[in-house]
Every structure is written in structure tokens, then in C-alpha cells.
């Protein structure tokens, strides 16, 4: 059962527990049930909890089944899930009965094997289908009626009630409509903020100015709703998102964020997948015609902001380069060492945890700084990495540096300095 929001966990089990019944009736009996809920076709079967219990049961000689019914095709599977699966039930033994095939698989038959490619590309076309209508809804929506579609509301605002649904099936389910309002306690520093940026400050000069003033960061006011983060005080890319987010102009905008589906590494003859959200370049956003909610700034303030810069950039107006930005990570504190031009050359360094947006207060371990050539001459010359990675002996750095990105992933760290 993929949402158990609007779907009874009863119902939805008992009529696939009564398919599964009907199918082995005279031949079996069922001694145990797995029902994943809330939980997607296109997750893995490895990565569903009812499912990998399911898994770990049939690599056990002491299983107490010998084969494995289905209600329905398409509550199990999702693209080529059962082609991956075969090998395993094949090699411990175990039988797949389905009720499209009116009994058990017979991987070794043509037809059946076709049958099975089918229903895979049903499943997956079905999915698919749901997704781009309910995409394409929500873009309307958000376009045309500006409408608030879920999610948190962005610092300065807060949700209050908007009337009760307009579809009258999900009315009577008691679901209601939500707007965002400013919120007496964190509109105005966002207003602040604003007119900080316009006055020509830097980002990290307003990041510091708050937490000098003791005004509390967006997961120290609402703790309940930022768990994950410590809520200590204001950092630059707390303040650079809300210069960067159009909400605050009063239209709503939807599409920020997306949600991909990423290969990672097969867990034996089962290939899995993650989800990973990744955010939408702003020709991707939604953004209502009209104004939705109460505008915190001007149209004409939220543009203007946009066109401020003050990072400094290079005299001569070249372009840098870094091989190793995000891989190198500190050895001393853990943190991702900063990209750093120094003395006409690319390096790295960490400065522990302090930036620009706190005032300093305390001693700090000194400084960490490390020239590019240097470590990738370290790399080449680390015999223990050579064992596994050969291609790390390459004298071309861009090669060195491709193959640590496509080995350990942009967001690791793949050396310790």
C-alpha cells in the first residue's frame, strides 16, 4: 500500500491476501504475510522494510515456505524489480505464483517471460502517468490559483486556514486549505534584511549583524520544525536563501525542489535506487500570476536585491579553477576544505568552523591551508590508494581528479589532509 493517508491498511490488505487465497486454493496455504505500507513500487525491494524481511527469509533454509503468492502484479513490481528477483528464487529454490499467469512463474517459458516484461512496463507506465498528472495539476494550481500546495513555510511566514478543500471528495475527508501570512515575530527581520542587502551590506556583514543582536536564526525560532539543525545562530546561506526566494514578493512558487531517482551500487543481483532532492534552477520554478498572500517586499526591492554583489572577484578577470572542490576534507575538524586562490595558484583551506558571520570570540586552531599541486603530487605518491585505485597514478590532475568524483561523489569528502 503505497500512501496510507487515504487508503485503509484493512481493506487494501484483504482484498489482495483474498486474490492470493483464491490463487493457491487446493494447491497451499499461507503461513505468513508481508505488507510494506507507505512505501512506492519503485522503491527496491531491498529498501522496503516488509520486502527485505521477505528477502531474508528466502536465502533461510528453515523458511517454512516453499513459494511466494502475489495479489497483484503491480503492488510488487515496478520496471524489471521481478527480473532482477528470478535468480535469487531460482537459486534458493523458492516458487512465484501469480494471479496473472494463474499459477506458478515458469521463468524457463518464452511466454511467460514476455508476459512478465509486460506487466514490468505497465507498472512502470502506470506510475509514471499518476506522476504527470498530479505534476501538471500542481503547476496549475500554483500558476493560476495560487495556491499553497504543503510543505513548511518559509521563515517570516506562517500557515493559517484558507477554507475547506475544493475537491468535495477530499472536503469531506476534512482536508482544508492553507495560505501563508506574515508572522508578527520573524516578518520583520526578513524586512530587515532586505533593507540591509539594499543598502549595499554584504551578506555575511547582515549574517553577523543578527546573531550580534541576538535576533534567533530560522531553526532557533521554530525548533519543532527544524529538528535536524543545531539553531545557534545565522550563517551566509541562511541569509543569502531568503534574499533568493521569491515567496517573500507575495506570489506563491511552486517546482523549487525536485526529487530524482539515482542509481546506486546493486546488492547482488538486485539493483537499488535512492532518492535524492536537488534543487531547480529558476527557469524551472512555478511562479503564480498573482499576488497570493501578503508580499513582505516589493517586486521592485526583491529584483533590485538580486542585482547586488559583493563578492570580491578576481583584478584581472580570469577564471578560477579548482580540481578538488568538495573532495578534500580537513583532518583536523572533518569539515570540507574551502577553495582558496593564494599566490597565483589553486588550494584549499579550512578555517575550523569560523566565517565571517560570527564575531570572534575565542581562540581557534590556526588556519589549515594546502596548495592543489602539492596534494595531487600526495595522491599520486599514496602507495595504499594505488592497490585499489590505479587510475589515481595518472600525471594528468584532470584525470586524478574525474575519477575521484566518479569514484566517491562530489559531496565526499575522497582525501583527508
Known amino acids: 500500500m503505497s500512501t496510507v493517508d487515504f487508503q485503509d491498511r484493512a481493506s487494501s490488505c484483504r482484498w489482495q491476501r483474498d486474490y492470493a487465497e483464491d490463487l493457491i486454493a487446493s494447491h497451499g496455504r499461507i503461513v505468513v504475510d508481508f505488507f510494506d505500507e507507505g512505501t512506492s513500487r519503485r522503491v527496491a525491494w531491498s529498501d522496503r522494510p516488509q520486502a527485505a524481511r521477505l528477502l531474508a527469509a528466502v536465502t533461510d533454509a528453515a523458511r517454512g515456505f516453499d513459494a511466494i503468492v502475489v495479489g497483484e502484479y503491480e503492488r510488487a513490481f515496478h520496471g524489471q524489480q521481478l527480473e532482477q528477483l528470478t535468480p535469487l528464487l531460482v537459486r534458493h529454490g523458492v516458487q512465484l505464483w501469480l494471479p496473472e499467469t494463474y499459477g506458478p512463474v515458469d521463468f524457463d517459458n518464452p511466454r511467460q517471460l514476455a508476459l512478465l516484461d509486460l506487466l514490468g512496463v505497465h507498472s512502470q507506465r502506470e ?109 551566509l546561506t541562511t541569509v543569502a536563501a531568503i534574499l533568493a ?16 531517482q539515482d542509481d546506486v551500487e546493486p546488492d547482488g543481483t538486485l539493483a537499488r535506487h535512492r532518492e535524492v532532492q536537488r534543487w531547480n534552477t529558476a527557469p524551472h520554478w512555478v511562479i503564480s500570476r498573482q499576488i497570493a498572500h501578503p508580499p513582505l517586499v516589493t517586486e521592485e526591492q526583491f529584483v533590485a536585491a538580486q542585482a547586488i554583489h559583493t563578492a570580491p572577484t578576481p583584478t584581472d578577470g580570469a577564471h578560477r579553477h579548482y580540481l578538488l572542490a568538495g573532495l578534500v576534507c580537513c583532518g583536523i575538524c572533518g569539515r570540507i576544505m574551502d577553495s582558496h586562490w593564494v599566490h597565483g595558484r589553486p588550494g584549499y583551506r579550512c578555517r575550523h568552523g569560523h566565517t565571517s558571520s560570527r564575531t570572534k570570540t575565542s581562540p581557534r586552531p590556526k588556519t589549515l591551508y594546502i596548495r592543489e599541486d602539492h596534494l595531487l603530487d600526495r595522491i599520486r605518491h599514496e602507495r595504499g590508494l594505488h592497490r585499489h585505485h590505479p587510475a589515481l597514478r595518472s600525471p594528468d590532475s584532470v584525470k586524478v581528479a574525474s575519477y575521484l568524483c566518479t569514484a566517491t561523489g562530489r559531496r565526499r569528502a575522497a582525501v583527508r589532509v
Open 127 to 235: 506510475v509514471s502517468r499518476a506522476r504527470h498528472r498530479t505534476t501538471a495539476a500542481m503547476r496549475a494550481q500554483a500558476e493560476l490559483q495560487g495556491r499553497h500546495l504543503g510543505g513548511r513555510p518559509p521563515y517570516g511566514y506562517r500557515l493559517v486556514d484558507a477554507g475547506p478543500h475544493p475537491n468535495r471528495a477530499h472536503a469531506a475527508w476534512g482536508r482544508r486549505l492553507h495560505r501563508l501570512e506574515p508572522d508578527p515575530a520573524t516578518a520583520p527581520p526578513v524586512r530587515w534584511i532586505f533593507e540591509q542587502r539594499l543598502a549595499g551590506r554584504s551578506v555575511a556583514s547582515i549574517a553577523r549583524a543578527l546573531n550580534d543582536t541576538g535576533i534567533p536564526c530560522p531553526s532557533g525560532a521554530d525548533p519543532a520544525r527544524n529538528p535536524h539543525r543545531s539553531g545557534r545562530c545565522w550563517i
Open 245 to 260: 526566494n521569491p515567496r517573500y514578493t507575495g506570489r506563491q512558487v511552486w517546482n523549487r525542489q525536485r526529487t530524482d
